[in-house]
Every structure is written in C-alpha cells, then in structure tokens.
C-alpha cells in the first residue's frame, strides 16, 4: 500500500523559510517522479514544483528562485525548501505520486505566511 505523509509545515513570519518533507513507502521510491500541490482556501490545487526519478526539476512560475525540490531516495523522501516566503504562499500543500497510472496524496501539511 502506497503511503505519503508530509510534515514541517507551520506558521512563519513575510520572508522566513520552511523545510516541507514528505515520506514515501509502499514503492520502490527511486523509479518515480515525486510532485508537491498546494491548496489555498477557496482555490483549486496547484502544481508547485516536480523532481523526476533522475533528479531534474520544474517548478511554477510563482515560486521560481524561492522553492527548491529534492529527494533523498535512500530515505524514501522528497523535500520542498521554501524560501522568502509570501503571504501568497500560504496553502495547505500535498505530497503527489502518479504510480502504475493511479495518482496517491499525502493528507497535507498546513504553510501559512503571516505578520
């Protein structure tokens, strides 16, 4: 059974940083391309920045130069590094994985961006 669970999320100050983890078992990690999603209330969920099993990364416009994607395929892990953040930015976000063509999410963990 594929599990994702993220953690790290929290409440930071215009401008701090926050580390996101998500924590993969039930397959074998290192084969699969891994993607963060955010959900502000009242909007739909967004693509936010994606890690190929290779380690090549893309990323939304909105947080280009701010975000950094990585994976640690021997702890199972992917991470999202969240830099100068924006009241924008504040979303419930999702660790994705698309394995054998069916689409399995973490629960979420809350980033919200506040003075």
């Known amino acids: 059974q594929v599990q994702l669970v993220e953690s790290g999320g929290g409440s930071v100050q215009p401008g701090g940083s926050l580390r996101l983890s998500c924590a993969a078992s039930?397959?074998?990690?290192?084969?699969?391309?891994m993607d963060w999603y955010r959900q502000a209330p009242g909007k739909q969920r967004e693509l936010v920045a994606s890690i190929s099993s290779g380690g090549s990364a893309n990323y939304a416009d909105s947080v280009k130069g701010r975000f950094t994607i990585s994976r640690d395929n021997a702890k199972n892990t992917v991470y999202l590094q969240m830099n100068s953040l924006k009241p924008e930015d504040t979303a419930v976000y999702y660790c994705h994985a698309l394995v054998l063509y069916r689409d399995y999410w973490g629960r979420g963990t809350q980033a919200t961006v506040s003075s």
């Open positions: 039930g397959i074998i990690f290192s084969r699969y391309p």
